[in-house]
């Protein structure tokens, strides 16, 4: 991708104006984006075939409507153990040279790469007219997701969150139990992931002084992409330990984010926040060199969002708890089980609560006083053939671009209060800056490396 230096950084921020995320505009404008021409078979592509890539290129493979067509990873040797998968595929190590070569021999792409390069190959892909299956987080930086949702809308093309809990009939229920309004109107909800045996995703750093040797067949500088380079070291960067480096990654809040706030995010009809304000665990608050390159281990994000006809108030704070955070004891006390759950969401209404266990079965509480409501009968659905069925020609899918991407963009928000802890940041949505803070708005977007810089945004 060429440098456009063109473009200046107050043009840019212009133009994405225009893309207000919460005005009618864009929802209105979202239908555009499910018209898929009836085919037999979709042509797919997938970007990144290990860990969770490998789960996504089995998923779409048990599709009987797809043919999967060309692979690519930077890693050879996870490339090869895919291949083995999909005889026949044609096989990559670099994406653009994927979409170059594959241009009119695709129809779709997943992108299952780390956080960083989400924003640069799906972009690049809408620019070449081919629908889109994202991982969570959409980007990086709240930026890219402004950039890139509009970007979909506008190129027509389908796009899927890979939100996967938010087609199983756990997170449906939730949502239709929401919009109902069982428990009242909704007065404060309370987001958590304190998932046990994660130690190794919550680096404390430093990264090391000096690199190692890069493995056989691993292409370190496509790995790296639009971040700064840095030298190749184990353990702690690839496959899977990138999550921890703010370079890389956007910390636990920003990655399982969009999974714990999607069903709360859709239930109530939620639109940009107007502030938001991070706790931080103090040890990384005090450490000038991991607060310049890890994530911490723990965050309490609070974001103040508008009500509306489902909320008890004119303002719903929504809060968000991992690490060594968690809920207010009250609000644990309020489920009957032996243990809270270590990821959910729980929404205190008017009449009564609603508790979303992540990946499990809603409960409205208290259960004395629900017993005889009866659950919605909906039938299971798999998120990813849900996105093979629209670009089929099928129903909308049910994590698009268009609902995701304010969301995505409000859960970053948080990553960027994270980096000015126990300061409260309003957020002016439509001209993308804190009114009462300037110097945060630098965490928006990032400067990418050169040689991988996005025409139109750079």
Same mark, same amino acid.
């Given at each position: 991708m060429k440098n456009d230096h063109s473009t200046s950084r107050r043009k840019f921020l212009r133009t994405a104006a225009t893309a207000a995320i919460g005005v009618p505009f864009i929802l209105e404008s979202a239908s555009k984006a499910f018209a898929a021409l009836p085919k037999e078979k979709l042509r797919h592509a997938c970007i990144g075939v290990g860990g969770m890539g490998g789960h996504d290129l089995q998923n779409f493979k048990s599709h009987p409507n797809v043919e999967i067509v060309a692979l690519c990873d930077v890693d050879e040797n996870i490339l090869q153990k895919a291949a083995e998968l999909v005889p026949g595929a044609r096989l990559y190590t670099d994406w653009r040279e994927l979409l170059k070569k594959e241009k009119n021999k695709i129809d779709s792409v997943n992108v299952t790469v780390p956080d960083h390069n989400h924003f640069i190959i799906a972009m690049s892909a809408i620019k070449a007219g081919k629908h889109v299956y994202c991982q969570k987080p959409m980007c990086h930086d709240v930026a890219e997701v402004r950039v890139l949702t509009q970007a979909a809308i506008k190129a027509g093309v389908i796009t899927q969150l890979g939100t996967q809990i938010a087609s199983s009939i756990g997170d449906r229920t939730g949502v239709q139990w929401i919009k109902e309004g069982i428990i009242g109107k909704v007065k404060h909800a309370y987001l958590c992931s304190n998932r046990s045996g994660i130690a190794g995703y919550r680096l404390e750093g430093p990264r090391p002084v000096q690199g190692q040797e890069v493995p056989s067949g691993l292409h370190w500088d496509n790995w790296i992409g639009t971040a700064p380079m840095r030298p190749y070291a184990p353990s702690i960067y690839h496959p899977a330990i990138w999550r921890a480096w703010q370079d890389f990654g956007t910390g636990w809040s920003g990655d399982i984010g969009c999974h714990i706030f999607d069903a709360v995010w859709k239930g109530l009809g939620m639109t940009s926040p107007i502030s938001v304000v991070a706790e931080v665990q103090k040890s990384w608050k005090d450490s000038p060199d991991r607060r310049a390159d890890t994530w911490p281990q723990g965050n309490h994000i609070t974001w103040m969002f508008p009500g509306n006809d489902r909320t008890a108030s004119k303002t719903l704070p929504v809060e968000w708890f991992d690490g060594e955070f968690y809920p207010p004891e009250e609000v644990r006390a309020l489920y009957p089980g032996e243990k809270y759950p270590e990821e959910a969401a729980m929404?205190?209404?008017?009449?009564? +609560?609603?508790?979303?266990?992540?990946?499990?079965?809603?409960?409205?509480?208290?259960?004395?006083?629900?017993?005889?409501?009866?659950?919605?009968?909906?039938?299971?659905?798999?998120?990813?053939?849900?996105?093979?069925?629209?670009?089929?020609?099928?129903?909308?899918?049910?994590?698009?671009?268009?609902?995701?991407?304010?969301?995505?963009? +409000?859960?970053?928000?948080?990553?960027?209060?994270?980096?000015?802890?126990d300061t409260v940041l309003e957020w002016d949505a439509v001209n993308m800056k804190f009114p009462n803070y300037p110097d945060a708005e630098k965490y928006l977007r990032r400067t990418y490396r050169k040689g991988w810089q996005v025409d139109g945004f750079s």
């Open positions: 929404l205190i209404g008017t009449e009564g +609560a609603l508790l979303i266990p992540h990946g499990g079965t809603p409960v409205l509480l208290p259960e004395s006083k629900f017993k005889d409501h009866k659950r919605p009968d909906l039938e299971e659905r798999n998120h990813y053939h849900h996105f093979v069925d629209a670009c089929l020609g099928g129903p909308k899918t049910e994590s698009h671009f268009a609902q995701t991407g304010p969301m995505t963009e +409000a859960i970053l928000l948080g990553t960027v209060a994270i980096r000015v802890p």
